[in-house]
T-cell receptor, first 112, second 112 residues
Framework: GENVEQHPSTLSVQEGDSAVIKCTYS??????FPWYKQELGKGPQLIIDIRSNVGEKKDQRIAVTLNKTAKHFSLHITETQPEDSAVYFC???????????FGKGTHLIIQP | NAGVTQTPKFQVLKTGQSMTLQCAQDMNHNSMYWYRQDPGMGLRLIYYSASEGTTDKGEVPNGYNVSRLNKREFSLRLESAAPSQTSVYFC???????????FGSGTQLSVL
């Protein structure tokens, strides 16, 4: 089955700087890659997703890039703000009957 | 917009007790899921229901049972709780398998 590795497990950045979280996947047939943000005491919430027919997707300060050849994808957050502090999860799926496989999460800390 | 609603939010059980976690969604989604979240382990799938009338085991099904009561509701039952089942449980739903997930706010369960 699919295996998703996520790095780093903890990331601390200064407010206003950029943050990058990376994930690798094992199944070359995976074609859907979402990112979830989990704030303290809440359930994960989808923030951005990408399908394998595009290499990059952007939504304001958040972007995701996908390298199908290397089987890795990354989340980029620019101009970080205190409200970006949370745990972020990447996931991968082949779609259809297969579900999402999650990475173990990255705790992002924004230092004032 | 209610989305995915889970009850209860907190629960403390003694070893051997039973309980049922309730979940309902109002988005007319076909697929529903139960995950558990443990520190450093990410989100692990317990059971899922791809469509009304079907249920399947996920990654960690032992000690749990589920019921897809109708299209809206999907319950998780612990027949004889064990300390290893101390965790945060999340219900989620999606339009179909491998599609974007919508999570509930979670149930924090402690088994003493």
């Amino acid at each position: 089955g699919e295996n998703v590795e996520q790095h780093p497990s903890t990331l601390s950045v200064q407010e206003g700087d950029s943050a990058v979280i990376k994930c690798t996947y094992s199944d070359s047939a995976s074609n859907y890659f979402p990112w979830y943000k989990q704030e303290l005491g809440k359930g994960p919430q989808l923030i951005i997703d990408i399908r394998s027919n595009v290499g990059e997707k952007k939504d304001q300060r958040i972007a995701v890039t996908l390298n199908k050849t290397a089987k890795h994808f990354s989340l980029h957050i620019t101009e970080t703000q205190p409200e970006d502090s949370a745990v972020y999860f990447c996931a991968a799926s082949r779609g259809g009957a297969d579900g999402l496989t999650f990475g173990k999460g990255t705790h992002l800390i924004i230092q004032p | 917009n209610a989305g995915v609603t889970q009850t209860p939010k907190f629960q403390v059980l003694k070893t051997g007790q039973s309980m049922t976690l309730q979940c309902a969604q109002d988005m007319n989604h076909n697929s529903m899921y139960w995950y558990r979240q443990d520190p450093g382990m990410g989100l692990r799938l317990i059971y899922y229901s791809a469509s009304e009338g079907t249920t399947d085991k996920g990654e960690v099904p032992n000690g749990y049972n589920v019921s897809r009561l109708n299209k809206r509701e999907f319950s998780l039952r612990l027949e004889s709780a064990a300390p290893s089942q101390t965790s945060v449980y999340f219900c989620a739903s999606s339009a179909g398998r491998g599609e974007k997930l919508f999570f509930g706010s979670g149930t924090q369960l402690s088994v003493l």
